[in-house]
């Protein structure tokens, strides 16, 4: 069990079960909204559960393309990510409390990283921005 929460405390979840993967996206979306990238868990939605304040979080609808709504504390605004739409929640594991047993295995959406900020590891590069994916 993995638990999180948001940074005033009143928005807490629980995963279970493996997620599928961790990544860092650096699309312009999470650049704005989480800080220039988000670490990204994926994983079946049924395996998140909010345990507190539901009521708490507040959402950031998808654009035209239809993808991943971002969820954030009314309160204190924490990117959280997509809590689970559809299959599956894309989450930002900035809000975990606890460890993880796996790693960031690539970077997605490189393109819309900024030029300022470097990749200096080793992690496979995938480029674009999903916004302009269809
Ligand atoms: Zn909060
Ligand atoms: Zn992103």
Not at 5 to 20: A, R, T, V
Not at 31 to 60: C, H, M, P, W, Y
């Amino acid at each position: 069990m993995i638990k999180g929460s948001c940074l005033c405390g009143k928005i807490k979840f629980k995963i279970s079960g493996e997620p599928f993967s961790l990544s860092y996206c650096h699309c312009s979306r999470c650049r704005k909204a989480a800080g220039v990238f988000s670490a990204v868990l994926i994983g079946k939605a049924d395996n998140l559960v909010v345990t507190e304040g539901q009521s708490e979080i507040a959402k950031f609808l998808p654009g035209s393309d239809g993808k991943f709504e971002r969820c954030f504390c009314k309160h204190c605004g924490t990117s959280l990510g997509d809590m689970g739409t559809g299959d599956v929640y894309v989450i930002a594991a900035s809000a975990l409390d606890d460890d993880l047993a796996m790693r960031p295995t690539v970077h997605i959406h490189t393109d819309s990283k900024p030029n300022w900020y470097e990749i200096v590891d080793d992690l496979q590069k995938f480029g674009g921005d999903y916004i302009d994916e269809k």
